[in-house]
């Protein structure tokens, strides 16, 4: 049995090294995606409702304002909610799944393949539709106004969500897995106390990291579904 110290610094700089080559890997528009501004109409600065006039703006209209504000707002959300979700997985796979691959046959093994394999399901292929889903929308947000669609970028990458099922389908077993490994596995209790320790780990635990894909999707539909209540009118064309 190896004792923690043996395991610390060698892996800790495979974590540290595989960890900074996902970082820098991230979807280009993740890093700028906070630049993006949405033009958000003000309800109340630019238009003066004191003065009963012909130029007043009707009870209609404010409404309508709001619903665009509140639209932009849920785009927002959908897109850095997405470059957070993306940079999680790329956390999981810098941190745990590349380190314990690279030793996989080695001396140094803590788990073998179909361990992995069980627990981290196929994540890496979530993190490359994610990216690319993340890079549509920043392209299309990135020329926004009020009657500009994204919801043709989600049914365009909708064939590729049935990777999901697959994830989800093998959630139990991931869970089962890590518990057994974890409880029978002192190698591997000793990697996964060292990588708590991480600052880059974002104060997420292993469960918090597999949960996050079966969290994604109904997340994005309950965003799409706020979206499709807010019936604008009929000139004005929902955003799905």
């Not at 897109?79 to 030793?103: A, M, Q, S």
């Not at 064939?159 to 409880?183: E, R």
């Amino acid at each position: 049995m190896h004792q923690h110290s043996e395991l610390s610094q060698p892996l800790l700089s495979k974590q540290s090294d595989q960890l900074e080559t996902t970082q820098q890997n991230d979807a280009n528009p993740s890093e700028n995606s906070s630049e993006i501004i949405i033009s958000i109409p003000e309800r109340h600065s630019k238009i003066d409702f004191s003065q009963d006039s012909e130029e007043s703006v009707n009870k209609k209209e404010r409404e309508r304002l709001s619903r665009i504000s509140y639209r932009n707002k849920i785009a927002l959300e959908i897109l850095e909610t997405e470059r957070n979700y993306i940079k999680n997985l790329n956390i999981l796979i810098g941190l745990y799944v590349l380190p314990l691959r690279t030793i996989v046959g080695t001396e140094d093994e803590i788990v073998g393949e179909e361990e992995l394999r069980k627990i981290f399901s196929n994540v890496e292929l979530l993190v490359k539709i994610n990216s690319e889903l993340l890079h549509q929308l920043h392209t299309r947000m990135e020329n926004w106004s009020e009657t500009q669609l994204i919801g043709d970028v989600f049914d365009n990458m909708a064939p590729h969500f049935k990777l999901y099922t697959d994830y989800g389908k093998n959630y139990l077993t991931a869970l089962n897995t890590l518990n057994n490994v974890s409880q029978g596995n002192t190698k591997f209790a000793d990697f996964m106390q060292m990588s708590q320790k991480i600052e880059d780990n974002n104060n997420l635990t292993m469960h918090a990291f597999l949960i996050a894909p079966i969290q994604r999707l109904p997340r994005i539909i309950l965003l799409l579904n706020v979206q499709n209540s807010l019936h604008l009118c009929s000139n004005f064309p929902d955003i799905f």
